[in-house]
């Protein structure tokens, strides 16, 4: 099995401050993958690095066995990832066709529509909201929104940043389950990262563990679900 | 009760203010005497009726507010983006027809022109400002480039309005991007102030480079624009406009020519922009101004999406201000200062940013209006400003506030005004 993205001793700074420490991790293709981690472990720090911003000062960002370490931003996502970022990040003042155009810009514009049909019976939400400005949405449709944007540029690996944030638990059941949906369907490769460890590890055939910007602990989701440390420091209290 | 203690409390602190600022400019007039020495005197009763006034006016704003809490902009919004449909063709069809109205004075057309030539800038910078949500204080500079590649290419090569007009566009395009390089990082406040300093900068450069641009002193003699080698002169004869159709030469011709060129220059300025919001291009800035990091994720080259809004934006900018200095046929630092920046900033602002229609009422009202109160004098600005104060209070967010998306494909939602949005409503 092949892996889509490998970070090699990946460490980043923000100026003077390091935010990750030597981190390795892969992400085999067709599997979900997830991060998880405390509040600032370093996890969007994570993500972003893997988009080139900031740029990793050491260690290497394989995607396919390419080197993508140095590249800008915008030639990382034509390359087939895509993010759903922290915070969802809709276009608030754009409409829901308006957002999911803006995720269709570096891909051909021949295959929107396949991709529309393809988003909307993933979210059949969006297909009632389609002309509605994205940030009169609720939170879940928000995130919804976000990640719809993300896969209409057709991406082979997918990024998610905490789609949990600050959504009712009935809803973050709904994007899970459309996020387990989407890769078990098309066998999109997907990177979770997330705070709300209970959900995630449930979802991931592999795991990471992320604390002060290192690297702790990893294995198959259900044997961190299984580790009482894991249990003592990300699940106790959790429902 | 409360409530009403709260906002004497507050209109009593509003005329505390009120009374430092106007305490020395109300209060202490300086005034000649016989001798002809400057004496200080007191007016107790004109201090104290301004800060009455200010007391009470605050006093009523607060009462108006309370029992207007905050629906009333909304629905207006709604109505007037319907109406919009209306009032674009309406103004065109008027704009188009106006200097031909029998008996209308050669002044008013001229106003027209001005109003035009400000429509055009408002338009030009909303590509920036509105579109691409980058806050740019120094659009005059392109105002500026524009007129001087005009001034000095026909004065030392010799070329006509036509000729230069491109070039104008395209040196002015050119120092957009120029600009916009050391600024791709900046955002907001930052923004602004770079953006103002481009500004100050090229109105001194002007000003001191004496040798090529006249310095302080201008640059005047430059062709007026001609209507296919026809001349516009007052003294008729062979290859002037009149005597080619045989008519009496008069002032108000070319105004008219004037009128119509800047007229199709500003639409072609709203028709480019019309046409990029649909495109890729468009969206990309739109997007831009809603979320820079979300963009980034997306795979829009920031970099070149900014520079295309600044380059873009200041090549119309060069155009207004060729057709400027066409118009004057002299130029001088005076007129390229930061109050120009400053005016067509508040009339994409008022307009409601990124309103194409908005920039035009915006413009009618931010031009028009203090050449109409004229006749009133010293109270003219006066009057311009608690105008402009009111128009805010009133619609914070413009005249036209809503945005409707540019892509309908499917089906349609109900029209949500950026109010609405703004207020976690909707």
């Not at chain 1, 996020?179 to 959900?199: F, H, K, M, S, Y």
């Not at chain 2, 031909?100 to 429509?119: Q, R």
């Not at chain 2, 491109?166 to 990082?185: D, K, M, N, T």
Request: charged share 15%; proline share 5%; with cysteine.
């Amino acid at each position: 099995m092949s892996n889509v993205l490998e970070l090699d001793r990946v460490s980043s700074f923000y100026g003077p401050i390091q935010a990750l420490r030597e981190v390795s991790i892969e992400v085999p293709e067709n599997q979900i993958v997830t991060l998880i981690g405390a509040n600032g472990a370093g996890k969007s720090t994570l993500m972003m690095t893997i988009f080139g911003d900031p740029r990793a000062r050491s260690g290497r960002v394989m995607y396919y066995g390419e080197d993508i370490t140095g590249l800008p931003a915008y030639q990382i996502a034509r390359k087939g990832i895509a993010q759903s970022p922290e915070g969802r990040r809709v276009f608030p003042r754009m409409s829901v066709e308006e957002n999911l155009l803006m995720g269709a810009q570096v891909v051909d514009y021949r295959d929107y529509a396949a991709n529309l049909r393809k988003i909307f019976t993933l979210f059949p939400r969006l297909e009632e909201r389609f002309g509605q400005r994205a940030g009169t949405l609720s939170g879940g449709e928000q995130q919804m929104l976000a990640i719809a944007r993300a896969l209409m540029s057709m991406p082979k690996l997918l990024l998610l940043d905490e789609p949990s944030l600050g959504l009712a638990p009935l809803v973050i059941k709904q994007i899970f389950g459309a996020i387990r949906e989407l890769n078990r369907e098309t066998g999109l490769t997907v990177l979770l990262v997330e705070q709300n460890a209970n959900q995630a590890l449930r979802l991931a055939q592999r795991a990471y563990v992320l604390v002060n910007g290192q690297l702790t602990m990893q294995g198959t989701g259900a044997e961190l679900l299984a580790k009482p440390e894991i249990r003592a420091a990300y699940l106790e209290g959790a429902h | 009760m409360r409530p009403l203690a709260r906002d004497l409390k507050d209109a009593a602190a509003v005329a505390f203010f009120a009374f430092l600022i106007f305490g020395p400019f109300i209060g202490l007039p300086l005034s000649n005497n016989q001798a002809g020495n400057l004496t200080l005197g007191t007016r107790p009763q004109a201090l104290a009726l301004a800060v009455g006034a200010v007391f009470l006016a605050r006093l009523g704003l607060l009462a108006w507010a309370r029992w207007h809490p905050a629906p009333l902009a909304p629905r207006f919004t709604i109505k007037l983006q319907g109406a919009g449909r209306f009032i674009a063709p309406v103004l065109l069809v008027f704009a188009v027809l106006m200097p031909l109205l029998p008996g209308l004075p050669n002044a008013y057309i001229d106003l027209g022109v001005l109003i035009m030539t400000y429509v055009m800038l408002g338009w030009g910078l909303n590509i920036v400002v509105g579109l691409a949500g980058l806050l740019d204080l120094g659009y005059v500079a392109f105002y500026a480039v524009g007129a001087y590649s005009f001034a000095l290419i026909s004065l030392n090569f010799g070329l006509g309005f036509w000729e230069c007009l491109p070039i104008a566009g395209i040196l002015a395009a050119f120092w957009g991007v120029c600009l916009g390089f050391p600024v791709l990082r900046l955002r907001g406040d930052y923004l602004a102030i770079v953006t103002l300093a481009f500004g100050e900068i090229i109105r001194l450069v002007i000003t001191n480079w004496v040798s090529l641009t006249g310095g302080p002193n201008g640059l005047l003699g430059m062709p007026q624009p001609s209507l296919f080698g026809l001349r516009f002169s007052m003294a008729g004869g062979p290859g002037t406009f009149a005597g080619f159709f045989h008519i009496t030469p008069a002032p108000w011709q070319r105004t008219a020519y004037l009128y119509y060129i800047i007229l199709a220059l500003a639409l072609l300025t709203n028709w480019v922009t019309l046409r990029l919001r649909k495109q890729p291009l468009g969206r990309a800035w739109e997007a831009l101004r809603e979320d820079e990091i979300a963009c980034r994720s997306l795979g829009i080259n920031v970099r070149n999406t900014k520079l295309t809004a600044f380059a873009i934006g200041a090549f119309f900018g060069g155009f207004a201000g060729c057709f400027f200095a066409a118009r004057q046929s002299f130029i001088s630092p005076d007129s390229f200062t930061f109050m120009e920046s400053a005016t067509v900033l508040a009339i994409v602002v008022l307009g409601g940013a990124g309103s194409q229609l908005g920039v035009v009422l915006a413009a009618c009202v931010m031009i028009g209006v203090p050449q109409m109160l004229q006749s009133l004098q010293i109270y003219r600005m006066l009057i311009f400003g608690l105008a402009l104060v009111i128009i805010m209070i009133v619609r914070p967010r413009g005249f036209i506030s809503t945005r409707r998306p540019t892509v309908t494909l499917g089906k349609r939602g109900g029209v949500i005004g950026a109010d609405l949005v703004s207020q976690g409503r909707g």
